[in-house]
């Protein structure tokens, strides 16, 4: 009550004393408390808070949040308190590529962008067709009721898979997920590779290992930005890489990236994946009347197999047209 704000009153230094510092100092508390999630949105290293890309899955060290959030998080783990960065001057990443001379590109997931790019940079979007035609085999889908399920589902496949002699890919969106799936393979008694934000000084041994005959890979996102796994000898022959994705993205092309990193170059490769009632992507972003459709599913497993891709569909639909809006704010604002 009144009598415990000022006792903290006194405790503050004089800056906080006013009302409205002292409620932006305590939503600083509780975003560090409750959204920011060690070993997904940061790692702790030497003492260090360091941010992780949530798109890569790779670290950021260079980087700090703004707003007194870093040293709020700082506080959280008992860390030493760094000095909050200063602001200098502010451009958004739309800006800073407008200011290219000449802008252009190629990317293999571009489908469904192409009036953003337009309206964004101005950029028209075409198709070529590829050097050779693909192999890559992919719409397989494994709907699961919960977490736990899904996870003895990736588990048991990515064992039959290890036995009959193919290299696999395991991709995860959160290091605790990819420590988790490698325990249970250990526990299986099958030696895999962790590929993660706290493993990065190992990325190229691991991936110049994940294209031979029966290695097990388990990776965040980093898998799947920018990086070939090249296939061992007679690997193509037995049927190529086999990625297995633990969770669906809030967007539909970064599955696709990962799922891209089998068949390529016109090689074979199969991509499965992994879904469960209980997903994050369903949680923050599906809309209100798709509900129902979620509680079918939960209760009448025979249709879940083709309510979930439904259900995926919506939910990355909705997250995208938001992350679109917010870009379009953005580049308005600028």
């Given at each position: 009550g009144e009598d415990w704000l000022d006792t903290v009153d006194h405790q503050l230094p004089e800056f906080w004393?006013?009302?409205?510092?002292?409620?932006?100092?305590?939503?600083?508390?509780?975003?560090?408390?409750?959204?920011?999630?060690?070993?997904?949105?940061?790692?702790?290293?030497?003492?260090?808070?360091?941010?992780?890309?949530?798109?890569?899955?790779?670290?950021?060290?260079?980087?700090?949040?703004s707003h007194g959030i870093?040293?709020?998080?700082?506080?959280?783990?008992?860390?030493?308190?760094?000095?909050?960065?200063?602001?200098?001057?502010?451009?958004t990443f739309q800006d800073f590529f407008r200011r290219y001379h000449v802008l252009s590109g190629a990317s293999g997931t571009l489908q469904g962008i192409a009036h953003?790019?337009?309206?964004?940079?101005?950029l028209l979007t075409l198709w070529l067709a590829p050097r050779v035609p693909s192999r890559l085999r992919t719409g397989e889908r494994?709907?699961?009721?919960?977490?736990?399920?899904?996870?003895d589902g990736i588990v048991a496949e990515a064992c039959r898979l290890q036995r009959e002699g193919l290299?696999?890919?395991?991709?995860?969106r959160r290091i605790l997920d990819s420590e988790a799936i490698a325990e249970r393979l250990q526990a299986a008694g099958i030696d895999c590779k962790v590929l993660n934000a706290k493993k990065h000084a190992e990325e190229a041994e691991v991936v110049a290992r994940a294209g031979a005959p029966g290695c097990v890979t388990v990776a965040t996102n980093m898998a799947g930005r920018g990086t070939d796994i090249l296939l061992a000898a007679g690997v193509a022959d037995a049927g190529g890489?086999?990625?297995?994705?633990?969770?669906?993205?809030?967007?539909?092309?970064?599955d696709w990236q990962l799922f891209g990193r089998a068949g390529r170059q016109g090689?074979?490769?199969?991509?499965?994946?992994?879904?469960?009632?209980?997903?994050?992507?369903?949680?923050?972003?599906l809309p209100l009347p798709a509900q129902p459709l979620?509680?079918?599913?939960?209760?009448?497993?025979?249709?879940?197999?083709?309510?979930?891709?439904?259900?995926?569909?919506?939910?990355?639909?909705?997250?995208?047209?938001?992350?679109?809006?917010?870009?379009?704010?953005l580049a308005e604002h600028e």
């Open positions: 004393r006013q009302p409205d510092r002292r409620e932006n100092l305590i939503c600083m508390a509780l975003l560090a408390r409750d959204v920011f999630e060690r070993d997904r949105h940061y790692v702790v290293q030497e003492g260090r808070v360091v941010i992780v890309d949530e798109n890569t899955g790779r670290l950021m060290p260079d980087r700090s949040w870093h040293q709020a998080i700082e506080a959280r783990e008992g860390l030493e308190l760094t000095d909050p960065s200063q602001t200098a001057a502010r451009m953003e790019m337009w309206s964004t940079y101005g494994h709907v699961h009721a919960d977490r736990a399920a899904k996870l290299p696999v890919l395991v991709g995860t890489l086999q990625v297995l994705s633990f969770e669906p993205h809030e967007s539909a092309r970064v090689a074979p490769g199969r991509a499965q994946a992994f879904i469960s009632l209980a997903d994050e992507l369903f949680e923050r972003n979620l509680w079918v599913a939960r209760a009448l497993p025979p249709v879940r197999g083709s309510l979930a891709p439904l259900l995926v569909k919506v939910a990355q639909w909705r997250a995208q047209r938001r992350a679109w809006g917010a870009r379009r704010s």
